[in-house]
């Protein structure tokens, strides 16, 4: 009967090739917790951007409570031009930085969707704010360009003091 020896010698680079593994598992999980940094970053940025829309918006809407019922198209529409929008519009893009992407709308017609609708008392007040998405995805609304937007609707009723 033959029996057969093993070397010990034969045996090398088990470690080395178990330890490789151990690296390669310890390389993924640090890999896998850069990516959660990495996307937890992306929403706070968004979120960020989502709050100085909202109190963007919030901020106009109290002007225009604040101001003269007459004013409110000649100096607030987007589609006029107006001082006060212009004022408000280059705030918010510097308040947005580099997540600007087109000027806000602010729509005072009858017919921008809001509900309730307005009376002979009360002016009807849509506004609508963009920036890019940090996320690169498209909406339908942007066409093409990566973008977000917040809308807000509301009434401005007749200040009788004024």
Known sequence: MK??????????????????????????????????????LRTTSDSSVRAEAVFAASQLMGQMWSD??????????????????????ADLKSAQGGAWIVD?????????????????????????????SPDGQANAACGATPCHWYNTCGLVALNYNQ
Do not use: M
Not at 12 to 25: D, N
Not at 77 to 84: H, K, V
């Open 68 to 89: 003269k019922y007459v004013n409110l198209v000649p100096n607030y529409s987007s589609a006029t031009l107006g001082a006060t929008y212009v004022s408000w519009a």
């Open 3 to 40: 029996t057969e020896l093993r070397l010990p010698h034969q045996q090398t680079g088990a470690y080395l090739l178990e330890a490789l593994i151990g690296i390669l598992i310890f390389a993924l999980g640090v890999l896998g917790i850069v990516g959660l940094q990495a996307a937890s």
């Open 104 to 132: 806000p709308i602010v729509d005072l017609s009858a017919a921008n969707g809001c509900s309730p609708t307005p009376d002979a008392w009360s002016q009807s007040v849509a506004i609508t704010i963009f920036w890019q």
